[in-house]
């Protein structure tokens, strides 16, 4: 499988303080995405960083990638209660038969504490 | 808009029983598909489409069908419900076919329980 790994599994911080999630993949890669999930809702984009891209930024996001080493990261700032949720990231095959296929992890519950 | 709408939110089955989970989107995106989120599994791609009457398999396909007549809607059909297909399924669709610069826009999702 191509599927993103996601680590932690989960990550309990308090209100304040820097959330970081780690992703590592299997094969080469169009792009990688990060989607957040609230609490029995779907699934929404937060970020995309192409493969030709080392790092992105939105707002309190910083997403780095690594192709090297098939890994990426997403960086949470100044975390808020609100940033409670699910996040998965998810990889875009390289090409041929799977292309257009977009793969997800098992994804980071976060809980931050007010 | 309403980007991506699922119905029902709910659904309870009798194993052996079949129905279908609409989805609908109308953003007039060409790349349409289908997952399942099963606990400390993640999403797994069930079915995707890339346009009108063009579907393929992804990682779980067996016991679902799929149609894409519209570019509007992508129906998955369960042929006889069984309880492994409790789950929570997601409707996605993305312009384009997911491609380079694209991202996927998700429903809220049906939870289905086979009992």
């Known amino acids: 499988s191509q599927q993103g790994e996601e680590d ?47 790092e992105k930024h939105s707002g309190r996001l910083r997403v780095t990638l690594d192709t090297s080493k098939k890994s990426s990261s997403l960086l949470i700032t100044a975390s808020r209660a609100a940033d409670t949720a699910s996040y998965f990231c998810a990889t875009l095959a390289g090409g041929g038969s799977t292309l257009g296929r977009l793969y997800f992890g098992r994804g980071t519950q976060l809980t931050v504490w007010p | 808009n309403a980007g991506v709408t699922q119905t029902p939110k709910f659904q309870v089955l009798k194993t052996g029983q079949s129905m279908t ?74 312009p384009r076919g997911v491609g380079i610069n694209t991202e996927a826009f998700f429903g809220q999702g049906t939870r289905l329980t086979v009992v």
Not at chain 2, 38 to 44: A, S, T, Y
């Open chain 2, 21 to 94: 989970l609409q989805c609908a989107q109308d953003m007039n995106h060409e790349y349409m598909s289908w997952y399942r989120q099963d606990p400390g599994m993640g999403l797994r791609l069930i079915h995707y489409s890339v346009g009108a009457g063009i579907t393929d398999q992804g990682e779980v396909p067996n016991g679902y069908n799929v149609s894409r007549s519209t570019t509007e809607d992508f129906p998955l059909r369960l042929l006889s419900a069984a309880p492994s297909q409790t789950s929570v399924y997601f409707c996605a669709s993305s």
């Open chain 1, 8 to 54: 932690p599994q989960a990550l309990s911080i308090q209100e304040g303080e820097n959330a970081t999630m780690n992703c590592s993949y299997k094969t080469s890669i169009n792009n990688l995405q990060w989607y957040r999930q609230n609490s029995g809702r779907g699934l929404v984009h937060l970020i995309l960083i192409r493969s030709n891209e080392r």
